[in-house]
């Protein structure tokens, strides 16, 4: 795309200008992936946990948990791109996702509840 | 950490915006016209014109003539009452799946009006691109993409307050661009949070099914009846015969929705379980009105008023009304009109300032590579849409009212005139000193709109509309002229600026004697 | 009333700029006294809130706030340009512009 780019790598700081690699372009889409689709599992997984958790009437449960889904979703985004390794962006929110949904379907009654 | 979390955000600012930047402008324009889009329908039915509305409607007719043109095993029937905004009466049956069939109907006269795209083609343009569910999930990544250009747009601008009223347009070139963009991102900054995340949280249904799932084993429609104490019944696959008339109701259920009916609907209308339900309009409260009273249709029986709504719920049609702007009357609709016009400025030039920092790559890398290709979607698509707007509008003038699928073709002429928009600004000789063409011809064009308008419609023009005291119409052309105007004095300025010499055009000079320190963040090289 | 609004609004943003020594020396050319900076910036913020709960008053806790932010945005938006297309007019002007809202007012409620 462009030559511009200042290289993402691990540790992000003003270095002259080579032209891309295909290993900062390979960062940029893991991080990218960890972004959109690690970020969306995390989202979804919040949304069933608080939908278990909230202590609200379970319309509200649900509506709430999943307004909110939205910030969570952009918070793993950011922290996609923040992490210090791209490996980091994927393991730290994946373990996020697979926690909170764990817990949620460990315990379908009571998030079914009224 | 900061100073490397701070780049990090920058280039995830920059880049997330730039991805989505020509569809969230697209976005973004169509809704901007969208907050009047009741107005430019009926600006775009001329046959209504300087007629007065009647008071007394006979809904079990208009009933009756959908039931002629319903295709079958219809989902409901819909009516929405001749109202301020929209004196049409407007009648549509919809389907479980596929686009609905509507008649529009000038209450004078009975009669069918010609179709037109109207000011709802920018509203489906807006919230799903017109294409069903796929638009509307491309639309919700372009919105998530805003929200994140937004949250790390205020993460990195550390300087937010002191930088605050800052514009220096004189310094030229890119600071100017960057500073219209900080400028219209920064002061419309709550405008643009909200406008993006209610904008995706009104869809959060379709995005995010997992507390859906979790709480209700996915059963939607037990989650609205719970959420809105709205009223549903299986259906008995017993044919009805005929649906109670639906006027000896309507005084019932005024008194009982304590408002002016605005709606009528007839659920499952060819099954012995359909209702019949009124409701109002969304002018009254920010949050939607999703009051209905419900009628049973074989014998007009009373069979629920729906009562109070989940706090959840409330928040939600709240977040949902805060976006639509229904309500306010046209006050605030002017309000999101020129708050929307700051956002596409706010897009516009966030592009602009990205491909003007590689102008010199882009003189460089000559006529077919990817920098050509960016120069030339930017100026299409940013210089294009209004021009296909407004060429719309000047075609609703003068396609003819019987014409045939008149709607689709004021929608050719919409897509045909973007397009060649497009191949124009693909010329190499255009796309690097184009905008000064393209404000040109986006001035004729909104120029035109009246002046068609005062040529083919004597009722129309805004000579005429004004003299009644028709201001929503009459809107629409001053907004036109006005628009006009702004899109001329850009030409001007455009022109002027490019036969000025290079170094003076850039203001690499003034910029470099140092101008206010600007936080160089947003300016590093990504 | 709106134009109450949002004209009180642009005055804010007036006085808040007037409290900045950059924005000040931007409109004036007599020195910046701090202390006479943070008295106008106080005044500023006092006529944002005054601001609020005139669009309260006018349009209720729901539709009021919106409009009052709405107003803000596109009030800060106009004194941004009056200070940069017009820095000698500028506060004359934003004074004008309360001046005949309030000139207005009778006329708007009787």
Redo the contacts between chains.
């Keep these: 795309?462009?030559?511009?780019?200042?290289p993402?790598t691990s540790?992000?700081?003003?270095k002259p200008?080579p032209s891309l690699s295909w290993r900062y372009r390979g960062e940029v889409a893991v991080r990218a992936f960890a972004a959109f689709a690690i970020g969306y599992a995390v989202?979804?997984?919040s949304?069933?946990f608080?939908?278990?958790v909230l202590p609200?009437?379970?319309?509200?449960?649900?509506?709430?948990?999943?307004?909110l889904?939205?910030f969570v979703?952009?918070g793993v985004?950011?922290y996609a791109?923040?992490a210090r390794t791209p490996w980091r962006a994927c393991w730290a929110p994946s373990l996020w996702a697979i926690a909170l949904y764990g817990i949620?379907a460990s315990f379908?009654e009571l998030?079914?509840r009224p | 950490m900061k100073n490397t979390f701070s780049q990090a955000m920058a280039w995830l600012h920059t880049w997330a915006g730039l991805v989505i930047g020509w569809l969230l402008f697209v976005i973004f324009v169509g809704g901007t016209i969208a907050c009047f889009d009741k107005e430019l329908t009926h600006w775009m039915q001329p046959a209504l014109h300087g007629k007065t509305p009647v008071a007394n409607i006979d809904l079990s007719r208009t009933i009756e003539g959908l039931q002629r043109i319903a295709k079958p095993h219809p989902h409901a029937y819909y009516v929405t009452l001749p109202s301020e905004r929209s004196p049409a009466l407007q009648s549509a049956v919809y389907y479980d799946a596929g686009p609905h069939d509507a008649i529009n109907i000038d209450t004078s006269t009975g009669q069918a009006i010609p179709e037109t795209a109207g000011g709802e083609f920018f509203f489906t343009l807006h919230y799903n691109l017109h294409s069903e569910t796929w638009g509307m999930y491309i639309v919700g990544i372009a919105g998530m993409f805003m929200l994140i250009a937004i949250l790390t747009g205020i993460v990195i601008h550390k300087r937010i307050f002191k930088d605050f009223f800052t514009f220096r347009p004189a310094s030229g070139g890119q600071r100017a661009w960057l500073d219209g963009h900080n400028l219209t991102g920064v002061l419309g900054l709550p405008f643009h949070l909200m406008i993006a995340y209610t904008g995706v949280a009104i869809f959060v249904a379709n995005y995010m099914p997992a507390g859906l799932l979790a709480a209700y084993d996915g059963d939607v429609e037990k989650f609205y009846v719970e959420a809105s104490d709205s009223y549903e019944r299986p259906e008995t696959h017993q044919p009805l015969k005929s649906i109670y008339p639906i006027d000896k109701l309507i005084a019932d259920a005024r008194e009982r929705l304590g408002q002016p009916i605005s709606w009528v609907s007839v659920h499952h209308p060819d099954d012995t379980s359909a209702t019949i339900s009124f409701g109002g309009d969304h002018s009254r409260a920010v949050a939607w009105n999703f009051d209905q009273v419900f009628y049973d249709a074989n014998d007009g029986k009373l069979l629920h008023e729906s009562g109070a709504f989940k706090s959840g719920y409330k928040t939600y049609t709240f977040l949902g009304g805060l976006h639509m702007a229904q309500w306010g009357g046209s006050a605030l609709r002017w309000l999101y009109f020129v708050l929307g016009l700051a956002g596409c400025v706010m897009i516009a030039s966030g592009m602009q300032v990205w491909v003007a920092k590689r102008a010199k790559k882009v003189a460089e890398a000559g006529a077919w590579s990817g920098y050509g290709l960016v120069q030339a979607l930017n100026l299409g698509v940013v210089g294009g849409m209004p021009l296909a707007s407004a060429a719309m509008l000047i075609a609703n003038r003068l396609i003819p009212a019987t014409m045939a699928e008149r709607a689709s073709w004021e929608i050719g002429v919409f897509c045909a005139v973007w397009i060649l928009a497009s191949l124009y600004a693909a010329i190499p000789a255009v796309r690097s000193r184009g905008w000064g063409h393209f404000f040109a011809i986006n001035a004729v064009a909104c120029g035109l709109i009246p002046l068609v308008n005062l040529a083919t419609s004597p009722q129309s023009h805004v000579f005429a509309t004004i003299a009644r005291g028709d201001w929503a119409l009459a809107g629409v052309d001053l907004t036109a002229l006005a628009l006009c105007a702004g899109f001329a004095w850009f030409a001007q300025h455009s022109f002027a600026k490019a036969r000025q010499p290079a170094s003076v055009r850039t203001g690499r000079g003034r910029a470099a004697r140092g101008d206010a320190v600007v936080d160089d963040t947003a300016l590093a090289d990504h | 009333m709106l134009w109450l609004g949002f004209s009180l609004g642009v005055a804010a943003w007036c006085l808040l700029s007037l409290g900045l020594e950059k924005h000040h020396q931007q409109l004036f050319a007599h020195a910046f006294d701090p202390r006479r900076g943070r008295w106008l910036r106080a005044l500023g913020w006092g006529l944002l809130v005054l601001d609020f709960a005139l669009f309260v008053a006018g349009w209720g806790w729901s539709q009021g706030p919106v409009f009052w932010c709405a107003a803000l945005m596109l009030s800060a938006l106009a004194w941004t340009l009056l200070m940069t297309l017009a820095p000698r007019a500028s506060t004359r002007i934003a004074i004008a512009s309360v001046l005949s809202a309030l000139v207005l007012m009778p006329v708007w409620m009787g």
């Design positions: 795309m462009t030559q511009t780019l200042a993402a540790v992000p700081v003003r200008r989202a979804y997984a949304t069933a608080l939908t278990l609200l009437g379970r319309n509200d449960r649900v509506v709430t948990a999943s307004l889904c939205f979703w952009c985004a950011m791109f923040a949620a379908p998030g079914a």
